[in-house]
């Protein structure tokens, strides 16, 4: 596969960015793509979760590279890792107003962005979106993240889940949903996903696999 440049991205936090972007990762290993994952979260996430799943398994095989992205570095890195074969996955800070993220948005191909359905979210996600906009060419896509299907039922979350669609749908595409479950939360850096992972998630990916071809 070419190079390809996908952001996992939210102002936003507790969406999932870290798990998704992780087990991503994961999906795209198993299906013979080379990823390399790039942490530029100030919390470090993923990289600290390997360096414990390392400390717990040191023999274990390394299934994709993680390395931490210094944004104040982003304008030089970006035009190197336009040049690397596969996907590049990163995982930005939830700052956008890191002058220096810029750049990281203006070399984007995919901006993957996990929200939930509540009012708060979907705003803030909405104004997000229009801001990665005014810097970015990249194709934004929505992945509705940790949703609890018992409360869809109910005429508040359900209106909340139009009013998102309603808002969203014309800034960028929206993956089916994944479903809120220990399955997802419990990711890993080091091993592959299992079937139960595979099946959680694979419905949101496989349209944003498509988008990478």
């Not at 993220?101 to 104004?127: E, G, M, W």
């Amino acid at each position: 596969m070419e190079n390809k440049i996908v952001l996992f991205a939210n102002m936003k936090g507790g969406v999932g960015k870290s798990t998704l972007c992780a087990t991503f990762a994961n999906y795209l290993v198993a299906k013979g793509v080379p990823v390399v994952v790039l942490d530029a979260d100030i919390q470090r996430s993923i990289l600290r979760h390997r360096e414990r799943e390392l400390e717990a398994e040191p023999g274990a095989q390394i299934p994709w590279q993680v390395q931490f992205l210094d944004t104040a570095k982003a304008k030089d890195i970006m035009p190197k890792l336009k040049k690397l074969q596969g996907v590049v996955l990163i995982d930005t800070p939830g700052n956008i107003y890191d002058a220096n993220l810029q750049h990281i948005f203006k070399a984007a191909d995919l901006c993957l962005v996990p929200l939930t359905y509540d009012s708060d979210n979907i705003d803030s996600t909405r104004v997000f979106s229009m801001v990665v906009k005014k810097v970015s060419d990249a194709k934004l896509v929505f992945i509705p993240n940790n949703i609890v299907t018992i409360q869809e039922k109910s005429a508040s979350v359900s209106e909340d889940r139009s009013k998102a669609y309603a808002a969203l749908k014309e800034l960028g595409y929206i993956t089916p949903k994944i479903k809120q479950s220990l399955t997802v939360k419990q990711y890993s850096t080091l091993q592959p996903l299992d079937r139960y992972k595979t099946n959680a998630v694979q419905y949101a990916f496989d349209p944003i696999m498509e988008m990478l071809k």
